[in-house]
């Protein structure tokens, strides 16, 4: 069995088993907490208008990043052939899959979660949920990090997160607020914009220690409607 082929220019990273990673590139196991071991695990991040998928087994094993994202499903299987190919991996030998679930772009989750719901169902492995938006606080060194997406209109996608003992702890849920709610956040909160989006190996380093989900019942976590329904209903 094979994932199916692509010739999707991409950059990519490889790393030796278990090495440090650039805090800027990727995760560090050790200072994150990712102490599981021996899962062999393929990580999604779809959320964004770039993208990027990485192979982990104790670390990050190989990433790919691509700046066009990914629009189609076709498109991201050809790419995790070719980069399971790459690590010398089969389909057979991946264990779970993490995916980014939202908020983000509508079309990128959906072939995000998509894709892993087809993997997880024909392959029989784990698949577990990663919040977008926890993956791409997982960038920050701050005590006080916030994540903010444009939601449109003057608007923010606002998540709020602190680091305790080392791990980003969620501080409220993703909500939508005028884009002037970011002058009003407390004095050394760093905040994280498009220009700094969540990396696959920020998913796979979530991944490895969250519990594995029901891949019948894995939803996007939206939090607003697309424009066109909200063009529909009358709300913008």
Do not use: H
């Not at 692509?6 to 990519?12: K, L, M």
């Amino acid at each position: 069995m094979t994932f199916g082929y692509s010739n999707r220019v991409a950059e990519q990273r490889s790393y030796a088993l278990g090495e440090n990673l650039d805090p800027v590139l990727g995760c560090v196991a050790p200072q994150r907490g990712c102490y599981a071991r021996g899962v062999k695990l393929l990580a999604l991040e779809t959320s964004t208008r770039q993208g990027s998928i990485a192979l982990w087994d104790d670390g990050v094993v190989a990433e790919r990043a691509y700046a066009a994202g990914f629009r189609q499903a076709k498109s991201l299987v050809g790419e995790i052939d070719l980069l399971c190919r790459s690590a010398g991996w089969t389909p057979t030998d991946l264990q779970r899959v993490a995916v980014s679930i939202g908020p983000g772009s509508f079309t990128g989750v959906r072939v995000g979660l998509g894709v892993a719901k087809m993997l997880a169902l024909s392959l029989g492995v784990e698949v577990v949920a990663v919040p977008s938006l926890l993956a791409a606080a997982q960038r920050s060194s701050a005590e006080r990090i916030a994540v903010a997406l444009d939601a449109r209109k003057g608007r923010v996608i606002l998540g709020q997160f602190e680091r305790r003992s080392g791990e980003v702890i969620a501080t409220s849920e993703p909500t939508i607020v005028p884009d002037a709610t970011l002058d009003e956040l407390p004095a050394g909160t760093e905040i994280l914009r498009e220009d700094t989006p969540p990396l696959a190996s920020d998913v796979a380093c979530l991944g490895v220690k969250m519990t594995p989900v029901d891949a019948v019942r894995l939803v996007p976590a939206y939090v607003r409607r697309p424009e066109p329904e909200e063009k529909r209903l009358g709300l913008v």
